[in-house]
């Protein structure tokens, strides 16, 4: 089992900048490939972003290519999503998952493990 806790939502301006964090705990974190995603109300749920074990590779939605980063530390069991230059289409819930096995990084059906999702809103 692995649980995840994410933190670091809130309400920001358009044109700002938040970091959000994934605290994993319970199995080797640098086992799992990571992943945020992210739902808006009434949508589906969305890749957003995605890195590899080690965090040699890194994979994003077209959206949030040039705006996002993703990145990881395993010495802390932590996966970080800076996000900058934020848009009211960006509100949403964001999740982090964790993934174990193969698969399309970007499906969330891959993940094995999610957290309880953290807001964002980002007023215009």
């Known amino acids: 089992q692995v649980q ?13 900048s938040l970091r959000l964090s994934c605290a994993a705990s319970g199995r080797t974190f ?11 109300p009434g949508k589906e749920r969305d890749f957003v972003a995605a890195i590899s074990r080690s965090g040699g590779s890194t994979y994003y939605a077209d959206s949030v290519k040039g705006r996002f980063t993703i990145s990881r530390d395993n010495a802390k069991n932590t996966v970080y999503l800076q996000m900058n230059t934020l848009k009211p ?36």
């Open 89 to 124: 289409e960006d509100t949403a819930v964001y999740y982090c998952a964790a993934k174990l096995g193969l698969g399309r990084v970007s499906s969330g059906i891959t993940y094995d493990y999610w957290g309880q999702g953290t807001q964002v809103t980002v007023s215009s």
């Open 4 to 16: 995840l806790v994410e933190s670091g939502g809130g309400l920001v301006q358009a044109g700002g």
């Open 30 to 40: 640098s086992d799992y490939a990571m992943g945020w995603f992210r739902q808006a």
